[in-house]
């Protein structure tokens, strides 16, 4: 398959090795990651929570936290590029966020195309029963569910 110039990397599709499992997956944002993680035995993924990012800076301790605790295999970041496919400023800030995690976890990191992720994740919050949260939580739950759908569709791909 040739891979479109929009890609810098060959290894946006690059398919998983049968010896990884475990998985977190990251929907990288300016304010928060949401955070999320699955198994590829299963093609499953749970939302697990968020990293808070402050002026440009993400808050390491807290992601290391949940690395920690859930132990991946390798991690699956959704790469931000506009409905038409393009690049954009915020596909270079996490270009920049997935070279970082790589690095500092020493974990292969793949790609998933997020386009929609997260209005996705708005449809399933509204369409849930427990949507009574105020708007800050149901907010604070669509970055960490967006993760867990990024996840999930890099699973079906693979």
Not at 32 to 53: D, F, N
Not at 108 to 114: A, H, I, P, R
Request: aromatic fraction near 10%; glycine fraction near 6%; include cysteine.
């Amino acid at each position: 398959m040739a891979i479109p110039k929009l890609f810098k990397h060959a290894k946006y599709f690059m398919q998983c090795s049968e010896s990884l499992i475990n998985f977190m997956a990251l929907d990288y944002g300016t304010k928060r990651i949401g955070v999320a993680v699955g198994q590829s035995v299963t093609k499953t993924a749970t939302p697990i929570g968020l990293v808070r990012v402050v002026n440009g800076n993400v808050d390491w301790t807290q992601l290391e936290d949940f690395v920690q605790t859930w132990s991946p295999d390798a991690f699956v970041l959704g790469l931000p590029i506009d409905k038409e496919g393009s690049r954009q400023i915020l596909t270079e800030l996490a270009e920049a966020f997935g070279a970082a995690v790589e690095e500092r976890f020493g974990k292969q990191v793949f790609w998933m195309d997020e386009r929609f992720s997260s209005q996705a994740a708005n449809a399933l919050l509204v369409s849930m029963p427990q949507t009574k949260l105020k708007k800050k939580k149901q907010s604070l739950n669509k970055d960490s569910l967006a993760a867990a759908l990024i996840l999930e569709s890099w699973f079906n791909q693979s």
